[in-house]
């Protein structure tokens, strides 16, 4: 049981670059979730989805694009990377939603110059 | 919008000695979930509390849930270096039909062998 997978483990790109972290889970949850972890910021809900095919934003969406076709995979794409999207990004999904406990993927640590 | 402080932001303590950090929010929640980070990995979920003036423990973790559900604690006893990490809270609030869940930033654990 693999829980939660996020690809890739690091990256670094570019700005202006696109691209796409990738993340699955096998617990059959509908709800799933991106954040990202800054220093001193805590953790902040930049995009989530209660079930395939719904999409909504959270507190920081700006610069992020996901889409949800199936219930495993939910990714989360950068359409012109800028240095202000270096984070470490979470993803998180729960059986039932944000009053069900999150479990987390091990995180992609992003860097943009 | 929902505002969630954890304080201490940073806690150093002696092996054997107690910790206890606090959450507190600005509206009432409808639950309170606590996380652990250790250095390097992602946040695990430790334990949900629901109800008024709810107390658990989990071996030496003590969780407490405030009697206007504003407030939450987290209390070790006895630290021992296994729980180096950092300890988020996170606050679900109900309102206008949509569940907000906001984390609090944290407090980061030092244990001085």
């Known amino acids: 049981n693999a829980g939660v997978t996020q690809t890739p483990k690091f990256q670094v790109l570019k700005t202006g670059q696109s691209m796409t972290l990738q993340c699955a889970q096998d617990m059959n949850h509908e709800y799933m979730s991106w954040y990202r972890q800054d220093p001193g910021m805590g953790l902040r809900l930049i995009h989530y989805s209660v079930g395939a095919g719904i999409t909504d934003q959270g507190e920081v969406p700006n610069g992020y694009n996901v889409s949800r076709s199936t219930t495993e995979d939910f990714p989360l794409r950068l359409l012109s990377a800028a240095p202000s999207q270096t984070s470490v990004y979470f993803c998180?999904?729960?059986?039932?939603?944000?009053?069900?406990?999150?479990?987390f993927g091990n995180g992609t640590r992003l860097t943009v110059t | 919008g929902q505002q969630v402080m954890q304080i201490p932001q940073y806690q150093h303590v002696q092996e054997g000695e107690d910790f206890t950090t606090y959450c507190n929010s600005s509206t009432t929640l409808s639950n309170i979930q606590w996380y652990k980070q250790r250095p390097g990995g992602h946040p695990v979920f430790l334990i949900q509390?629901?109800?008024?003036?709810e107390v658990k423990k989990q071996k030496r973790l003590t969780f407490q849930f405030g009697e206007a559900k504003k407030n939450s604690s987290l209390h070790i006893t006895a630290t021992q270096t296994t729980d180096v990490g950092t300890y988020f809270c996170?606050?679900?609030?109900?309102?206008?039909?949509?569940?907000?869940?906001?984390f609090g930033k944290g407090t980061k654990l030092s244990v001085i062998p």
């Open positions: 998180a999904s729960s059986y039932r939603g944000r009053d069900s406990p999150l479990h």
């Open positions: 996170a606050g679900l609030s109900s309102g206008a039909g949509s569940y907000q869940l906001t």
């Open positions: 509390l629901v109800k008024s003036g």
